[in-house]
């Protein structure tokens, strides 16, 4: 049997990779090429704040778009590597109440209604903004790529592509070293399908974007995330939703 020819094998690569991710953010007229320099140079240029982005606290605004709804939320946030805390603002500056995640669960404190209820993370999606209460925010903000899950590499005339073995991908910003784009497969178990990144700036040399995209897991459903104001490692942090004695936390 003769070899295939570098033009041909790259086309079979080109395409194996395609049919492995997704068609609306890797498409057939998209011109992609090897890569020639190691994958550890690319992974290494991305921002990774492991064990130094302790914790953080700010405020942003969150429109929340759903089948017959859509909606603006204003959050006050904080957290750290294990929680965070959500406090949420109406339109008209109510707070309608609070979040406290963790790995595995999610507290809800409904001040208007006065209930308090503790779901885990898999059944977040009784609340509009699982997407985001879902996922630790400090891994949200500063997403990170190991080297042993990586597969595939690829890249465009801007970006770099990274096919993981579970079938998902990560745009890689050539220029910047920034994530630009992160897609997972339906089979992953994740509350989001895809996370876009943009407007990255430097917070105390921690280069972070200020606006976030993600995607349902169902993509039905999306929350627009922009962050108005960032402190980055603050000396004190309040993780805990102060709920009256006399609402009772329900266990869903």
């Given at each position: 049997m003769k070899l295939l020819s570098h033009k041909y094998l790259l086309a079979a690569i080109v395409l194996l990779f395609i049919s492995c991710t997704s068609s609306k953010n890797l498409?057939?007229?998209?011109?992609?090429?090897?890569?020639?320099?190691?994958?550890?140079?690319?992974i290494n240029r991305i921002p990774n704040y492991s064990g130094d982005l302790a914790s953080a606290k700010g405020k942003g605004r969150a429109l929340?778009?759903?089948?017959?709804?859509?909606?603006?939320?204003?959050?006050?946030?904080e957290t750290d590597t294990v929680l965070s805390l959500l406090t949420f603002k109406n339109r008209i500056g109510i707070?309608?109440?609070?979040?406290?995640?963790?790995?595995d669960s999610i507290?809800?404190?409904?001040?208007?209604?006065?209930?308090?209820?503790?779901?885990?993370?898999?059944?977040?999606r009784m609340t509009n903004l699982n997407e985001l209460a879902s996922v630790n925010l400090l891994d949200l903000m500063n997403f990170k790529i190991k080297i042993e899950d990586v597969e595939k590499i690829l890249q465009s005339d801007n970006e770099y592509i990274l096919g993981f073995y579970n079938k998902?991908?990560?745009?890689?910003?050539?220029?910047?070293?920034?994530?630009?784009?992160?897609?997972?497969?339906?089979?992953?178990?994740?509350?989001?399908?895809?996370?876009?990144y943009e407007s990255y700036g430097e917070i105390k040399g921690y280069?972070?974007?200020?606006k976030i995209t993600i995607l349902s897991a169902d993509r039905n459903s999306q929350v627009v995330f922009q962050v108005r104001s960032l402190e980055v490692n603050p000396d004190e942090l309040n993780l805990i939703i102060d709920i009256?004695?006399?609402i009772k936390v329900e266990r869903l």
């Open positions: 498409t057939n007229d998209e011109e992609l090429y090897p890569v020639s320099i190691p994958l550890n140079e690319i929340v778009s759903e089948p017959g709804n859509s909606d603006r939320i204003t959050i006050d946030f707070t309608g109440g609070s979040m406290l995640v963790d790995a507290l809800i404190y409904n001040k208007i209604d006065k209930y308090a209820q503790k779901v885990s993370v898999q059944d977040g998902g991908i990560a745009r890689i910003n050539k220029k910047t070293g920034t994530v630009s784009y992160v897609e997972q497969a339906r089979s992953s178990g994740l509350p989001y399908s895809s996370l876009t280069i972070l974007p200020r009256p004695d006399d």
